[in-house]
């Protein structure tokens, strides 16, 4: 994200950054050194460009002070405020210019200070409109923008961008400790009240245990570096007010100029022809539209990593294949005669040449992938950081920039740019079998065999596995296969033994399977197909799924309101109204138990548990439709509830501290509740087939925290006899 921070100007983190009209930003001093006049003002150039004599010395001045860090804007005196007084040139007055300044800086800005006119040249001489001007051009899009009388000053300050270069500034000004033998040292942990000394972890527990003679020691948080940036400078930030009512804070967005304005901008400003909307709304919009724009690139983004594990495989895989090929290929020319020998040489030269070849390819693949994952991401970074930021005016002034870029990021994933450029297999054959004279003219064939069927898969076991109640696959084809494959297909059978089905049929040679039973043993087997037909199956592998269940709350299926944290094992809700969230797995077969801790319960609202189908309705109380069977409870009782019909009134409810229990069993085919470890009421509901998620239905009143991967209990107190 550091490359966000950074004026492109000085190339140093932002000072006082102001934004420009094409949405760029720029810091405050290096806006003044990079303004330039007018062409029609350029043969009056000020004194401080004109050549320097032999060794003069230049004088102390206030640019080698602060400004100093940012190409030395400002000049000494009165040139500083006068350069921040800019008035500017604009091609047809719409705020852009097309003028290139010939005089540039090192990174390609021009820099022009501005000093006294000659004599003879006062502005007051000169007609009305060809008075001195100057244009400032944005360093990054080089369009020029004009200015009001006020000059620089009239650009917006970027006061969410300044907050962000805090608070980076404060994390990096970590105290270290002093004892690491790394380089950079590690964070200090501890710092010993004692001994005055910073600890990272390592070093506390090798330098300083908590035992003997420093058990008597008291350990104290790490204090803050000396002139880093505090916390209460960050939380003490100024409410920002209008540039043009420096009294007023900004209270409406100005739909039609994209720009935050006040009260008084309405009633006597040009502002007040404008559409306008609540500032708050316009925030809140515009922060959405940021995040949907960010998923795109985070998905790029995940594309991106997944592409680089795949290329870093290529690149084994190439090792691996090409020193299988020269082992062959020595094995060969081994076995000829000895005029084979000198054109061994030239077979493993093109080996390796090949060899190099695509992992240059792959290389270069990977090297611009991760530079575009790490731009992605940089500017991933930036925008969270921007999105928490609770500055409604200063957001929206960065918000149709930021999403644009956004967007942009997202486009430069071209179709085809995650797929690799070469394949690790080597088409390469050495033929044994001409006379002795063709030795010399031995050379590669590529692909001249017959093709026939593909041979048998090699199931990768290493690389198999199972995770809750899903299965991953690898395999590969055996070395030196002449025959091309077309695809794979892989096949499973139900889990008890009955008879394989066709689960995926692809290119691929990694699958993983998800929506299987729990507590349940798979056998599996793939064969390759090519344009000959279908090769002969794998051996069988034989995968046993998880136990029990471990799974959260699925914040991809929730309703809106539904507010998720800690991993998404919490839940709680925004709204008044009951929302209906579900969990990530779904049950089938199987015996399944979980547990939903009450963190919060106020004003005695109706929280339901239970499970559900996929599709149910999520804006209403959960068991009002047909989709979901659910027990709903308030302080003192509790009711079953399905398709909206209420039965089993029983005593005893839940308050804050109390457990709620689910046993789902599907071989029994009933749902069964406890509360504080007592069955709740008889069972719930009988005769339940299908395919189930859990599900919890709650409004802002209550925040409930989900536990799985637990037993199913051996052993249950006698349950609460319904009431009349």
Same mark, same amino acid.
């Given at each position: 994200?550091?490359?966000?921070?950074?004026?492109?100007?000085? $190339?140093?983190?932002?000072?006082?950054?102001?934004?420009?009209?094409?949405?760029?930003?720029?810091? !405050?001093?290096?806006?003044?050194?990079?303004?330039?006049?007018?062409?029609?003002?350029?043969?009056?150039?000020?004194?401080? =460009?004109? @050549?320097?004599?032999?060794?003069?010395?230049?004088?102390?001045? @206030?640019?080698?002070?602060?400004?100093?860090?940012?190409?030395?804007?400002?000049?000494?005196?009165?040139?500083?405020?006068?350069?921040?007084?800019?008035?500017?040139?604009?091609?047809?007055?719409?705020?852009?210019?097309?003028?290139?300044?010939?005089?540039?800086?090192?990174?390609?800005?021009?820099?022009?200070?501005?000093?006294?006119?000659?004599?003879?040249?006062?502005?007051?001489?000169?007609?009305?409109?060809?008075?001195?001007?100057?244009?400032?051009?944005?360093?990054?899009?080089?369009?020029?923008?004009?200015?009001?009388?006020?000059?620089?000053?009239?650009?917006?300050?970027?006061?969410?961008?300044?907050?962000?270069?805090?608070?980076?500034?404060?994390?990096?000004? /970590?105290?270290?400790?002093?004892?690491?033998?790394?380089? @950079?040292?590690?964070?200090?942990?501890?710092?010993?009240?004692?001994?005055?000394?910073?600890?990272?972890?390592?070093?506390?527990?090798?330098?300083?245990?908590?035992?003997?003679?420093?058990?008597?020691?008291?350990?104290?948080? @790490?204090?803050?570096?000396?002139?880093?940036?505090?916390?209460?400078?960050?939380?003490?930030?100024?409410?920002?007010?209008?540039?043009?009512?420096?009294?007023?804070?900004?209270? +409406?967005?100005?739909?039609?100029?994209?720009?935050?304005?006040?009260?008084?901008? !309405?009633?006597?400003?040009?502002? $007040?022809?404008?559409?306008?909307?609540?500032?708050?709304?316009?925030?809140?919009?515009?922060?959405?539209?940021?995040?949907?724009?960010?998923?795109?690139?985070?998905?790029?983004?995940?594309?991106?990593?997944?592409?680089?594990?795949?290329?870093?495989?290529? =690149?084994?895989?190439?090792?691996?294949?090409?020193?299988?090929?020269?082992?062959?290929?020595?094995?060969?020319?081994?076995?000829?005669? *000895?005029?084979?020998?000198?054109?061994?040489?030239?077979?493993?030269?093109?080996?390796?040449?090949?060899?190099?070849?695509?992992?240059?390819?792959?290389?270069?693949?990977?090297?611009?992938?991760?530079?575009?994952?790490?731009?992605?991401?940089?500017?991933?970074?930036?925008?969270?950081?921007?999105?928490?930021?609770?500055?409604?005016?200063?957001?929206?002034?960065?918000?149709?920039?930021?999403?644009?870029?956004?967007?942009?990021?997202?486009?430069?994933?071209?179709?085809?740019?995650?797929?690799?450029?070469?394949?690790?297999?080597?088409?390469?054959?050495?033929?044994?079998?001409?006379?002795?004279?063709?030795?010399?003219?031995?050379?590669?064939?590529?692909?001249?065999?017959?093709?026939?069927?593909?041979?048998?898969?090699?199931?990768? =076991?290493?690389?198999?596995?199972?995770?809750?109640?899903?299965?991953?696959?690898?395999?590969?084809?055996?070395?030196?296969?002449?025959?091309?494959?077309?695809?794979?297909?892989?096949?499973?059978?139900?889990?008890?033994?009955?008879?394989?089905?066709?689960?995926?049929?692809?290119?691929?040679?990694?699958?993983?399977?998800?929506? =299987?039973?729990?507590?349940?043993?798979?056998?599996?087997?793939?064969?390759?197909?090519?344009?000959? $037909?279908?090769?002969?199956?794998?051996?069988?592998?034989?995968?046993?799924?998880?136990?029990?269940?471990?799974?959260?709350?699925?914040?991809?299926?929730?309703?809106? *309101?539904?507010?998720?944290?800690?991993?998404?094992?919490?839940?709680?809700?925004?709204?008044?109204?009951?929302?209906?969230?579900?969990?990530?797995? /779904?049950?089938?077969?199987?015996?399944?138990?979980?547990?939903?801790?009450?963190?919060?319960?106020?004003?005695?609202?109706?929280?339901?548990?239970?499970?559900?189908?996929?599709?149910?309705?999520?804006?209403? +109380?959960?068991?009002?439709? *047909?989709?979901?069977?659910?027990?709903?409870?308030?302080?003192?009782?509790?009711?079953?509830?399905?398709?909206?019909?209420?039965?089993?009134?029983?005593?005893?409810?839940?308050?804050?501290?109390?457990?709620?229990?689910?046993?789902?069993?599907?071989?029994?085919?009933?749902?069964?509740?406890?509360?504080?470890?007592?069955?709740?009421?008889?069972? /719930?509901?009988?005769?339940?087939?299908?395919?189930?998620?859990?599900?919890?239905?709650?409004?802002?009143?209550?925040?409930?925290?989900?536990?799985?991967?637990?037993?199913?209990?051996?052993?249950?107190?006698?349950?609460?006899?319904?009431?009349?």
């Amino acid at each position: 994200m550091e490359e966000e921070l950074k004026c492109p100007v000085c $190339g140093s983190l932002f000072r006082e950054p102001i934004i420009l009209p094409c949405s760029h930003n720029v810091c !405050l001093p290096c806006a003044r050194t990079i303004a330039v006049q007018t062409p029609e003002r350029e043969q009056h150039l000020p004194a401080l =460009l004109q @050549p320097r004599a032999p060794g003069a010395a230049a004088g102390p001045g @206030p640019a080698a002070g602060s400004e100093a860090e940012c190409a030395a804007g400002g000049g000494s005196g009165g040139g500083g405020e006068h350069a921040d007084k800019l008035s500017l040139h604009s091609e047809s007055d719409s705020g852009y210019g097309s003028y290139t300044p010939s005089l540039k800086s090192p990174n390609g800005v021009r820099v022009l200070p501005l000093g006294p006119a000659p004599a003879g040249s006062s502005s007051a001489a000169l007609p009305r409109g060809a008075g001195p001007s100057s244009s400032l051009t944005c360093p990054q899009c080089h369009r020029s923008a004009s200015l009001d009388p006020r000059g620089l000053r009239g650009f917006p300050r970027n006061r969410l961008l300044e907050a962000i270069v805090q608070r980076y500034q404060q994390g990096r000004a /970590a105290a270290k400790c002093q004892l690491c033998d790394r380089s @950079p040292p590690e964070a200090a942990a501890v710092a010993c009240e004692q001994c005055e000394v910073l600890y990272c972890a390592a070093c506390q527990l090798k330098c300083h245990p908590t035992r003997g003679p420093f058990a008597k020691h008291r350990l104290l948080p @790490p204090p803050s570096l000396p002139g880093g940036p505090g916390k209460a400078a960050a939380g003490a930030r100024k409410l920002p007010t209008c540039a043009d009512h420096e009294l007023e804070n900004y209270s +409406m967005y100005c739909v039609s100029c994209a720009t935050p304005v006040c009260y008084q901008c !309405l009633e006597e400003g040009k502002h $007040g022809q404008h559409e306008v909307k609540a500032l708050g709304a316009m925030w809140k919009q515009h922060k959405t539209q940021l995040s949907q724009a960010l998923n795109g690139v985070s998905d790029k983004a995940k594309e991106a990593k997944e592409f680089l594990v795949q290329l870093k495989n290529i =690149l084994q895989q190439i090792q691996e294949n090409g020193l299988d090929y020269e082992a062959c290929l020595v094995a060969q020319c081994d076995a000829l005669v *000895d005029a084979l020998t000198r054109q061994k040489a030239k077979l493993l030269t093109k080996v390796t040449k090949e060899r190099e070849h695509k992992l240059k390819v792959v290389w270069d693949q990977i090297n611009h992938c991760t530079l575009k994952l790490r731009q992605s991401t940089g500017l991933m970074e930036y925008c969270l950081e921007v999105i928490k930021e609770n500055d409604p005016s200063g957001f929206l002034q960065i918000s149709d920039a930021l999403i644009k870029r956004v967007q942009v990021s997202q486009e430069q994933w071209v179709k085809g740019a995650l797929e690799p450029k070469v394949s690790p297999e080597f088409d390469l054959t050495l033929d044994s079998e001409p006379l002795l004279q063709s030795i010399h003219q031995l050379d590669f064939i590529q692909m001249k065999f017959p093709i026939t069927v593909p041979p048998v898969p090699l199931l990768q =076991l290493e690389k198999c596995c199972t995770r809750n109640n899903s299965v991953t696959l690898a395999w590969r084809m055996p070395p030196f296969t002449h025959n091309p494959v077309e695809g794979y297909i892989l096949e499973l059978d139900d889990g008890d033994g009955g008879q394989f089905r066709e689960v995926y049929v692809g290119k691929e040679t990694l699958c993983t399977i998800d929506g =299987l039973h729990f507590n349940s043993t798979y056998n599996a087997r793939v064969k390759a197909f090519n344009s000959s $037909g279908v090769g002969p199956y794998s051996k069988t592998v034989v995968l046993q799924t998880s136990d029990v269940a471990w799974f959260t709350f699925d914040p991809s299926s929730a309703h809106r *309101d539904i507010v998720l944290s800690n991993d998404n094992q919490t839940a709680t809700c925004s709204s008044y109204d009951d929302r209906v969230v579900l969990g990530t797995a /779904a049950f089938s077969k199987g015996v399944h138990y979980w547990e939903l801790h009450v963190d919060r319960y106020d004003n005695h609202p109706d929280p339901a548990f239970g499970i559900a189908r996929i599709n149910v309705v999520k804006d209403m +109380m959960l068991g009002k439709d *047909d989709k979901a069977w659910a027990m709903y409870v308030d302080n003192n009782r509790s009711w079953f509830m399905h398709c909206n019909s209420h039965t089993s009134r029983t005593e005893g409810g839940v308050s804050k501290g109390a457990t709620v229990g689910v046993l789902l069993d599907l071989n029994k085919h009933s749902l069964t509740f406890y509360i504080n470890g007592q069955q709740q009421g008889p069972s /719930a509901f009988e005769n339940v087939e299908g395919v189930f998620m859990p599900a919890l239905s709650l409004n802002r009143n209550v925040q409930v925290t989900l536990h799985t991967g637990l037993e199913v209990p051996q052993s249950v107190r006698q349950p609460k006899l319904p009431s009349n």
